[in-house]
């Protein structure tokens, strides 16, 4: 069953502009990953946040957490065309079930 | 090596076929999973194997049977599917020691259509 939510479903923004994507979920987590998907192929992980973390970065990515909110934010800066795909946030449980579940995506087109 | 390799990468069958998809990965992971994902949906978690042994089936029906036989391989055998079971099968493995530094690798994915 899916996590949580994801703001907004679809962004659009001009190459060079900054895109923010937010994500909410509902139970505890270990940690909350982020993926991006292109045309309905296989998910690329991006970036892993653990439930102890606040922020954290990557080259052009940025990622905070807020568990007592039980949100998370990607900020991808400087954004490209190549960007353009669909972005999820996933939570893995504190069970250490292996059980990881995703959000409804956010869909980021980025016009050149 | 660090992919998984998932065959057929396009997969049509009739409602009476028995057909399989395969999964496969050398980098030593003993976790692997199967995701089903719809058209703009995100992928939905079926069945996790932790060191061979199936550890979660979310209530996916029989007609889906997973397999593990050994720790490279994940099998998916499909049996008198239903049109609605048409999406994108995805397989993903993931270290179970430091599984909070590492994220899970995805294959590239079946997309099965049912006829």
């Known amino acids: 069953s899916q996590q949580g939510e994801e703001d907004p479903q679809a962004l659009s923004i001009q190459e060079g502009e900054n895109a923010t994507m937010n994500c909410s979920y509902k139970t505890s987590i270990n940690n909350l990953q982020w993926y991006r998907q292109n045309s309905g192929r296989g998910l690329v992980h991006l970036i892993l946040?653990?439930?102890?973390?606040r922020e954290k970065h990557s080259g052009r990515l940025r990622v905070t957490l807020d568990t007592s909110k039980k949100s998370s934010s990607l900020l991808i800066t400087a954004s490209r065309a190549a960007d353009t795909a669909s972005y999820f946030c996933?939570?893995?449980?504190?069970?250490?079930?292996?059980?990881?579940?995703f959000g409804a995506g956010t869909r980021l087109t980025v016009k050149p | 090596d660090t992919e998984v390799t998932q065959t057929p990468k396009h997969l049509v069958m009739g409602m009476t076929n028995k057909k399989s998809l395969k999964c496969e990965q050398h980098m030593g992971h003993r976790a692997m999973y199967w995701y089903k994902q719809k058209a703009k949906k995100p992928p939905e978690l079926m069945f996790v194997?932790?060191?061979?042994?199936?550890?979660i089936n979310e209530s996916v029906p029989s007609r889906f049977s997973p397999e593990c036989p050994n720790s490279s391989l994940l099998n998916l055998h499909l049996h008198a599917l239903q049109p609605e079971d048409s999406a994108l099968y995805l397989c993903?493995?993931?270290?179970?020691?430091?599984?909070?530094?590492?994220?899970?690798?995805f294959g590239s994915g079946t997309r099965l259509t049912v006829v």
């Open positions: 996933a939570t893995d449980g504190p069970l250490r079930n292996n059980d990881m579940r």
């Open positions: 194997y932790s060191y061979e042994k199936l550890s």
């Open positions: 993903a493995s993931s270290q179970t020691r430091d599984r909070d530094r590492y994220g899970y690798t």
């Open positions: 946040i653990r439930s102890n973390e």
